[in-house]
Each structure stands twice: as structure tokens, then as C-alpha cells.
């Protein structure tokens, strides 16, 4: 299906968006809610308005998610911003934040491979 249109005018993405990927969002398994993640960002990739409105549903998951969903969440969020970096960055609030959350990542996770490397 080639998209023509924005995301907004197309009602196959909407509704596609509203009964099945947000959903899944929602979903407390991990699986449904890293396949929901996954594809509200792709979704973001296409629709910079909703790319804006989701950023922050993204960020809040990378730092509150489990460790398994952290990785995919973070993959997501670098995605969107290869492609709308001029509206994300152009804010340098939302730059440090974004240096200081995945310096804490990067932090955590060394940490987490040390600790197993010792055991």
C-alpha cells in the first residue's frame, strides 16, 4: 500500500492505529507491548505530528520499562530521531535530556555486565 496522504487522512493507518497498535501499547505483556512500541515508532517515522506527541510515552518507557524492553524502546526512539531531528534537537532541553537518559542506560548496563561477569 503506497501512503499518499498523511497519516492523519488515511483511515486505514488510523484505524489500524487505534485497534490494534495502541492496544498493544497498552498490553502488560511484554511481547504485545514491545510489538505495540515498535510500531507507534514506525508509525512516528511517517507522521511527524504524532512522532512529537509520542516522544515522551517513548522516553518514559526507556526509563521505567523492564531491561528487555529498554533496548528496543531506545532503538525506537533513535530511529525517530534520524528522521525529525531538526524538530526534537532544535530544543536543547530535549538534547541533554536525551544525553543524560542514555547515559544512564549506558550506565546501568555496563554496571548490569560487570555484575555478571563476576559471578
Same mark, same amino acid.
Given at each position: !500500500?503506497? =501512503?499518499?496522504?498523511?497519516?492523519?487522512? /488515511?483511515?486505514?493507518?488510523? &484505524?489500524?492505529?487505534?485497534?490494534?497498535?495502541?492496544? *498493544? =501499547?497498552?498490553?502488560?505483556?511484554? =511481547?504485545? @507491548?514491545?510489538?505495540?512500541?515498535?510500531?507507534?515508532?514506525?508509525?512516528?517515522?511517517?507522521? @511527524? @505530528? !504524532?512522532?512529537? /506527541?509520542? #516522544?515522551?510515552?517513548?522516553?518514559?518507557?526507556?526509563?521505567?520499562?523492564?531491561? =528487555?524492553?529498554?533496548?528496543? $524502546?531506545?532503538? $525506537?526512539?533513535?530511529?525517530?530521531? !534520524?528522521?525529525?531531528? &531538526?524538530?526534537?534537537? *532544535? /530544543? *536543547?532541553?530535549? &538534547? $541533554?535530556?536525551?544525553? @543524560?537518559?542514555?547515559?544512564? #542506560?549506558? !550506565? /546501568?548496563?555496563?554496571?548490569?555486565? &560487570?555484575?555478571?561477569?563476576?559471578?
Amino acid at each position: !500500500m503506497a =501512503v499518499s496522504q498523511t497519516f492523519e487522512e /488515511n483511515s486505514t493507518l488510523e &484505524g489500524i492505529l487505534g485497534e490494534l497498535i495502541v492496544p *498493544a =501499547v497498552k498490553r502488560k505483556e511484554l =511481547v504485545l @507491548r514491545e510489538k505495540g512500541l515498535v510500531c507507534l515508532g514506525l508509525c512516528c517515522l511517517i507522521a @511527524r @505530528r !504524532m512522532a512529537l /506527541n509520542s #516522544f515522551q510515552l517513548f522516553l518514559s518507557q526507556v526509563q521505567t520499562a523492564p531491561e =528487555v524492553l529498554k533496548l528496543r $524502546v531506545l532503538q $525506537v526512539v533513535f530511529d525517530v530521531l !534520524m528522521v525529525h531531528e &531538526g524538530d526534537f534537537l *532544535a /530544543n *536543547a532541553s530535549v &538534547g $541533554v535530556r536525551l544525553i @543524560r537518559l542514555c547515559g544512564s #542506560f549506558l !550506565m /546501568n548496563r555496563c554496571i548490569h555486565i &560487570g555484575y555478571r561477569a563476576g559471578e
